[in-house]
């Protein structure tokens, strides 16, 4: 399987090229992927399967997009949500 | 742009693909859109993309599945992946996005194939990083063959905690240990099944045959746990769990919990369509007639979505109402549907009689299914069981009422996981049915969509 090279949270990471954004931020070692607007606390992809919610990112600028459902591309943008984003 | 076809089946997974292929082989002109981006569903996900290989332990699965993913490229439907059904209509209309645009697909006919999500059963922790469902972990094994840290624990309860677990020794990784909630009364209850599992000796002998390749490998399996808490500061760092009334704890890297799956309803809920309470599963399921009918005309549904069936009898499911949309389209006539159906029948009886065996002896444990006081319900809205259990006090009939009281299921997975757990919570709060009981309505959108996706519709 070829990889690709996405960008998260500012820093480039080489991927394979089935990965989803969601498991390209897991890779990356991000812990948590977003902030819950609710409580601040930190949370991270859970179901990886379009369910759950968890995993709401902020790719190529485009807040709340499920990453779990977002193929990774050669250049993708990863980052995690924070509530300000949600507002933007 | 708009799209018109005959049939709408909507799920790439065993029914939707057989669904598909059938009713194109009818002469029916068929358009299959999945929320995934490749067809297969979950069992057969990355199917085109994956490297097998001929000894392993879903071989069968993965050899059937290759088989319907081709023939579903051959049938001539057409296929639109990585589209989402936003809201469906009784006159046919199926208002869907590809996360950029929403459309509006008009079809005579639509088979809903949905598939199943896991049962989320909320333990304490459960929130924090690093604790995901079995599933998630599968989902990753399968799409990119990612073994997990060795400080790995799976927790809960079904088939697919062992099926994970061999594949992950399979693939050379390492369990740390299972830690396995099935409550041992379940094969007492089970055994009053035995016969139908006789009828169809496979799933035992594949359970049997997985368990038997965990056990070799080393992995710790703890029986009769009680009760799960996930701790950490920050992201998960040890599990603790109960045998017998004792508390044990272990570093955890990684908490995979299960407790079997449940048919993703939100689609035919949505609809309108009527349901009612499994006793047997724990879950709601469609009224459907023996086609797969809902009582929304010219919708029907088929697969895990009704009621978990498993992969080979949703294939099944997927065929039989392939032929009655070909004959509501009057591609068939009522004779040759029967008699193209028959064996279909024959096949899925003898299924859905093993399936009643493996139901009573995966069956939840009670005690998990009503959490303590602190435990977040609703991860969205950090909804937890003492706001639902209040709401009650304060006079909440209904799942519909709890979630207008507390904002339980209103954030953006609106309900699709917290929605059985909840109403559990509520039912045994209310000392009521689960029938009686009830879940949250699903109005649409039923996947949120931006304003710019909606701005772009064009009717």
């Given at each position: 399987m070829s990889n690709v090279t996405v960008n998260v949270e500012g820093k480039a990471i080489s991927v394979p090229a089935g990965e989803s954004a969601a498991g390209a931020a897991l890779a990356a070692g991000?812990?948590?992927t977003r902030v819950s607007p609710v409580t601040g606390e930190p949370r991270a992809p859970y179901c990886m399967m379009g369910v759950c919610f968890e995993c709401l990112m902020v790719i190529d600028g485009v807040p709340s997009r499920q990453a779990c459902m977002v193929p990774v591309r050669e250049g993708m943008r990863i980052e995690r949500q924070t509530a300000v984003e949600v507002w933007k | 742009m708009s799209v018109s076809c005959d049939l709408l089946v909507i799920g790439a997974g065993p029914a939707g693909l057989a669904a598909a292929s059938t009713a194109a082989k009818r002469g029916v002109d068929v358009t299959l859109m999945d929320?995934?981006?490749?067809?297969?569903g979950q069992i057969h996900r990355a199917m085109e993309s994956r490297a097998f290989k001929?000894?392993?332990?879903s071989r069968a699965d993965d050899e059937r599945g290759v088989a319907l993913v081709a023939e579903f490229r051959a049938s001539g439907s057409r296929y639109q992946p990585g589209t989402q059904a936003w809201q469906m209509q009784a006159d046919g209309k199926v208002y869907v996005t590809d996360g950029a645009r929403a459309r509006v697909i008009t079809a005579r006919r639509v088979i809903i194939a949905a598939g199943a999500i896991e049962r989320a059963v909320p333990i304490p922790?459960?929130?924090?990083?690093?604790?995901?469902?079995v599933g998630a972990a599968q989902i990753r094994l399968k799409t990119i063959t990612y073994k997990p840290p060795a400080e790995t624990w799976l927790a809960g309860s079904g088939p697919l905690l062992w099926l994970y677990a061999a594949q992950v020794i399979e693939a050379g990784g390492r369990i740390a240990g299972i830690l396995d909630t099935t409550p041992g009364s379940n094969r007492m209850r089970a055994l009053r099944h035995i016969g139908g599992a006789l009828g169809h000796v496979a799933y035992l002998k594949r359970g049997l045959t997985l368990q038997r390749c965990v056990r070799a490998a080393g992995v710790l399996v703890v029986n009769h746990v009680e009760a799960l808490e996930a701790r950490g500061e920050?992201?998960?760092?040890s599990v603790r769990y109960c045998v017998k009334g004792d508390w044990r704890e272990a570093p955890a890297a990684l908490l995979l919990l299960h407790q079997g799956v449940i048919p993703h309803t939100h689609a035919t809920r949505a609809l309108g369509a009527e349901h009612h309470w499994n006793v047997l599963q724990r879950c709601f399921v469609p009224n459907l007639d023996s086609w797969g009918n809902?009582?929304?005309?010219s919708y029907a549904a088929a697969g895990d979505c009704t009621g978990i069936v498993g992969a080979e009898a949703s294939l099944l499911q997927g065929h039989i109402a392939a032929l009655e949309a070909a004959r509501a389209l009057g591609k068939l006539t009522p004779a040759q549907r029967d008699e193209l159906a028959a064996p279909h029948f024959a096949h899925l009886w003898r299924h859905l009689a093993a399936r009643r065996f493996l139901d009573a002896l995966f069956a939840p444990r009670a005690s998990l299914l009503n959490p303590a006081d602190d435990v977040v319900v609703c991860r969205c809205e950090s909804v937890t069981a003492k706001q639902i259990r209040d709401a009650v006090v304060l006079g909440a009939m209904g799942p519909n009422q709890v979630k207008a009281f507390t904002r339980c299921g209103m954030g953006p997975c609106q309900g699709r996981l917290c929605g059985l757990a909840a109403a559990e919570i509520l039912a045994a709060a209310r000392g009521k049915s689960m029938q009686e009981t009830g879940v949250f309505k699903v109005r649409a959108p039923l996947k949120p969509l931006s304003l710019s996706e909606l701005a772009a519709l064009e009717e």
């Open positions: 991000l812990t948590h | 929320e995934q981006v490749a067809p297969g001929a000894e392993s332990v922790g459960w929130t924090l990083p690093g604790v995901m469902t920050g992201c998960v760092q809902t009582s929304i005309e």
